[in-house]
Nanobody, 125 residues
Framework: QVQLKESGGGSVQAGGSLRLSCVASGDNYSPYCMGWFRQAFGNEREAVAS????????YIADSVKGRFSISQDSAKNTLYLQMNNLKPDDTAVYYCAADTAFGDCHSSSLYINYWGQGTQVTVSS
């Protein structure tokens, strides 16, 4: 059983920063990649950032490029999302995601086979 547990969400004013963390646990857990998705009210879930666990190559969505960064600490099985210069449009539930089958953590949520429970990020103007 694989579990992904997020933390670090909250409420901030525009221009502020937050860092999300996701701790992974489980037997024989060996994902090809991990990433962050977000879902705002009434919208589809969209990829924000992802990272290949082996090589470290990253993907950052155009909407957050230059403001968000993704990193991992393999020794701690922890994934991070550093979010700077937050905007009201970044308000959403952010989900940690992992893929152990397709090697794609950003093209579609359909490729994700493990999800965290989500953490709310609210940015006020």
């Amino acid at each position: 059983q694989v579990q992904l547990k997020e933390s670090g969400g909250g409420s901030v004013q525009a221009g502020g920063s937050l860092r999300l963390s996701c701790v992974a646990s489980g037997d024989n857990y060996s994902p090809y990649c991990m990433g962050w998705f977000r879902q705002a009210f009434g919208n589809e879930r969209e990829a924000v950032a992802s990272i290949f666990t082996g090589g470290g190559n990253t993907y950052i969505a155009d909407s957050v490029k230059g403001r968000f960064s993704i990193s991992q600490d393999s020794a701690k099985n922890t994934l991070y999302l550093q979010m700077n210069n937050l905007k009201p449009d970044d308000t959403a539930v952010y989900y940690c995601a992992a893929d152990t089958a397709f090697g794609d953590c950003h093209s579609s949520s359909l490729y994700i086979n493990y999800w965290g429970q989500g953490t709310q990020v609210t940015v006020s103007s």
